[in-house]
């Protein structure tokens, strides 16, 4: 199989794939509730939280309507700079939300003061912003943005899609004062698909309590009322926390600060190398460290640059939706490791000279 250069799903640690193989067990049985509990404490350090986080069987997206159904009270603000703030605004219309959308030019950060002259309307009860924009390379100052959000609203309830990034950067959910940071198994937390994590306050649960048709699979007051029993309402992916409780184990073993130094350490390599022999499409200042967006200025053949790769036993993305062909992108995420990256970067170089001949 390939080396997967995508960000998103990540390579998988063989240990983390056959902890998968454990026989199963009873979603109702004390194993299981030891499972669970085994794994909370460990979630919560990786979300810099005291508060709960839920686990959900659903990819990230399931969480990104979990949030929009239980948080926005009246009206909601998503601020978009690329596919995925795009698709979190959809997920708020689609569930018959009163929405508006804050856009910002893709490659470019959200910014604390766009989000200020919003916020001061008095119109909205929510923000909803992504961490980190996974189309375009863009890692948002979510940090400052909810300073500011909250000074200018108090209660406001500030949803925080970090898929891409949870695991990989730090994100200091209470610290920061985040009411939902959710993420998904299958990116920074190199698991395989299918089950998503969301951190979830005080304040987003009581905000829960006064909305109505929260739906039933993502009820948050129902998700809160079985984790307390370190339960989950339906049945869990059961095969994937053995693979969460094994992974986190792994993560914790490299300690956290250190594995976010590795990212950072991917990022400035690709940075670097991307600016060299490319342009990087991300605004200084505000790019990811864990997926890189390279501007195509040479016309590379994408999908054939991919087939050449794939030869040589690695993947990369193409760009995003409209992106795609105009930009390829190389997501160094997960278990990603430098001398794997600078493997990569040799293989597209030599693809790069063969086309030139
Ligand atoms: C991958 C991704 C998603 C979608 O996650 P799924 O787990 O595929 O539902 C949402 N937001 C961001 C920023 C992503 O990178």
Redesign the pocket.
Known sequence: MPKLFI??PTDVNPEVLEAQAHPMIGHRSKECVDLIGRIHPKLQQVFSTQARVFIST?????L?EAAMRNCVSEHVLVAVC?A?GE??FQVAVDNGLTADRLDVEWGKPITPEQVEAELKTGEYDTLAI??????TGVQNPVAEIARTARQINPDIVILV?????AGGVQIKTDDWDLDVVLT????CFALP?GL?FAAVSERALKRAEQVEHRGWYFDFLRLQRYHERSMTPATPAISLLFALDTQLDRMLAEGLSNRYRRHQALAEYTRAWGAENFTLFAQEGFRSNT?TTITNIHAIDVPAMNRYLTAKGMQLANGYGPLKDKTFRIGHMGETSMEELKHLTQHIESFMQGQDN
């Open positions: 960000p998103g659903s990819s990230g997206t399931g990104q690329g995925f698709r979190w992504v961490h980190n924009e996974t189309s899609d970090a898929v891409s990034s998904s198994s299958q990116k698909p998503s997926v």
